[in-house]
């Protein structure tokens, strides 16, 4: 045994969401799909938020960020899963395992401290309406979304690290279809109790530590908006931040029923089937929730396209 954990390893196996040969073709269109639609909406809202200066405020500056990330998000995992299908390939090299699993985490933090940072502009504007401009200035928003780079790229830098350092027998089968943190940890043969450590340590502080400053926003909001006295004022405060909460109940909601999932089945095809949600789906209706019922972004794509005709 001893002799296999110093074994080089130079590729791992991705089983995918299914291994039946019959759903490939299903699956290649659907993914692929699903791809052009996020890369497509998102780039849309980037180019909305960028061509109108009306759009140059706080609020869009964040969204465009999260378009971006969005597409980063999906293109981490998405084009390799589709190239494997095309060429009944199911191996990704070692060190594209460990790139995959580098840009997955940070893309996938950054997507929660934005819409962090997206929540605190939404109780500023709202419960501070008159001092939003000062409080949000571009020095503060640059710095946050600065910040939240870093802190992701720290995170996954040292996740990333960390599988370095571990040892791997002949059993190389990751049951999905990217090189997921959790799944490669169990594949190895060493003492994986420090990388467990920090997978929770970071889980704890960078997943829950947002989640809680959401709910305190959030909370904050509803009070303001509460002690509101016109139903229209209320609606109109509420409106600013609809689509935001959609977003963070969406990306929230997948993330834990993911979790809960694959704690209660054990499973590992039914997690990363149902991983799909909070990693490719949510980045793909993410522009729908911001255009569908945002004049200023719909607007603003109708000025893009109709002043080019």
């Known amino acids: 045994m001893g002799s296999e954990n ?23 269109g659907l993914f692929l799909s699903m791809y052009l639609v996020t890369v497509l909406g998102n780039l849309l809202i980037i180019l909305a938020t ?11 500056f964040f969204l465009s960020n999260l378009s971006f990330v969005d597409i980063c998000f999906t293109s981490t995992t998405i084009p390799k899963m589709l190239v494997n299908i095309q060429t009944e390939r ?56 600065l910040a939240s780079w870093i802190t992701s790229a720290l995170n996954s830098l040292l996740q990333s690290l ?59 909001i509803v009070s303001s908006i509460h002690a509101i006295s016109s139903a229209q004022g209320k609606y109109k405060a509420f409106s600013t931040c609809a689509s935001h909460l959609s977003v963070v109940s969406l990306f929230y909601c997948t993330c834990l029923g993911v979790y809960f999932s694959s704690s209660a089945t054990h499973n590992s095809h039914s997690s990363a089937t149902a991983s799909v949600m909070y990693s490719v789906v949510t980045p793909m209706l993410n522009p729908f929730i911001y255009s569908l019922r945002n004049k200023d972004i719909t607007g603003a794509l109708r000025r893009l396209f109709v002043g080019k005709l």
């Open 6 to 28: 110093e074994t080089r390893i130079s590729e791992f196996l991705l089983l995918g969401i299914s291994e039946e040969s019959r759903w490939q073709p299903f699956l290649f």
């Open 50 to 60: 960028i061509s109108d200066s009306h759009l140059h405020t706080p609020m869009y």
């Open 90 to 145: 199911k191996a990704i090299t070692y060190e594209g395992c460990i790139l995959q699993i580098y840009f997955f985490i940070l893309f996938g933090v950054l997507d929660n401290f934005l819409l962090t940072v997206m929540a605190y502009d939404r109780f500023v504007a709202i419960c501070h309406p008159l001092h939003y401009t000062v409080i949000m200035n571009r020095q503060l928003c640059v710095s946050l979304v």
């Open 162 to 220: 960390m599988v370095l350092r571990l040892s791997f027998c002949t059993d190389l089968e990751i049951p999905h279809f990217f090189c997921e943190l959790n799944q490669v940890v169990l594949l190895a043969c060493s003492d994986t109790f420090p990388n467990d450590m920090v997978m929770y340590f970071a889980a704890g502080l960078l997943f829950c530590g947002p989640l809680a400053g959401i709910l305190y926003s959030y909370s904050k």
